[in-house]
């Protein structure tokens, strides 16, 4: 029941909706090329991030110093049919704007 609650909460927020069709549609990205694209300051995006990461949506994978954020695969049949009506929402996603690594502050 808890893993329930906390996917049903993780799809509560319009703001964690856009992330995780943001991450569908791009693949993989640095914290960074997050901020930097959906216009967040890293702490508000840490947290939605956490929150969907506790919701089983996403998966960070860690390389070095650098946090990648995807769609966590595989989703279960829950998750996926979630995924699956949210890119059917009518969401005008913002254009992706990479950061160099280097650039990229942690």
């Not at 959906?38 to 702490?43: A, F, H, T, Y």
């Amino acid at each position: 029941m808890d893993n329930y609650l906390k996917t049903i909460s993780a799809l509560n927020d319009e703001t964690r909706i856009l992330i995780i069709r943001f991450l569908d549609e791009h693949g993989a990205l640095c914290v960074c090329d997050l901020q930097n694209s959906l216009g967040m300051i890293q702490s508000r995006l840490s947290r939605h991030l956490k929150i969907l990461k506790d919701g089983g949506f996403v998966r960070v994978d860690r390389k070095g110093i650098w946090a990648y954020y995807s769609i966590r695969t595989p989703l279960d049949r829950f998750r996926m049919e979630a995924l699956e009506e949210i890119r059917h929402l009518n969401i005008e996603l913002p254009k992706l704007h990479k950061v160099e690594e280097k650039g990229c502050e942690i």
